[in-house]
């Protein structure tokens, strides 16, 4: 099924299609606390981790839209860090 959801963290590679476990944290747009950002077809979104449902014991999230501008360009600076981290250091 080729349902792009995607999620990040800062350190791995990034991914489509559900190839590896990826997440990436960036700060929302919204309410600037650090979230996994996801995205969704052309949409983009946070998501907030509150706790877990005291009676079924799942997890609870909320969410925040992001703009598609915002969610690239801190992709990008993101994506862009991680590379300058993953250069081999140069021995003299």
Same mark, same amino acid.
């Given at each position: 099924?080729?349902?792009?959801?995607?999620?990040?963290?800062?350190? /791995?590679?990034?991914? $489509?299609?559900?190839?590896?476990?990826?997440?990436?944290?960036? #700060?929302?747009?919204?309410?600037?606390?650090?979230?996994? !950002?996801?995205?969704?077809?052309? *949409?983009?979104?946070?998501? /907030?981790?509150?706790?877990?449902? &005291?009676?079924?014991? =799942?997890?609870? $999230?909320? *969410? /925040?839209?992001? &703009?598609?501008?915002?969610?690239?360009?801190? #992709?990008?600076? #993101? =994506? =862009?860090?991680?590379? #300058?981290?993953?250069?081999? !250091?140069?021995?003299?």
């Amino acid at each position: 099924m080729v349902f792009l959801r995607l999620f990040w963290l800062t350190g /791995h590679t990034l991914g $489509f299609n559900g190839g590896e476990k990826n997440k990436m944290r960036i #700060i929302c747009e919204v309410c600037k606390q650090e979230a996994y !950002i996801q995205k969704l077809g052309n *949409y983009y979104r946070c998501r /907030h981790y509150v706790g877990k449902d &005291s009676k079924t014991g =799942k997890a609870k $999230f909320y *969410y /925040h839209q992001q &703009s598609k501008d915002y969610a690239e360009t801190q #992709i990008a600076i #993101i =994506k =862009k860090q991680e590379n #300058i981290k993953q250069q081999p !250091i140069e021995q003299s």
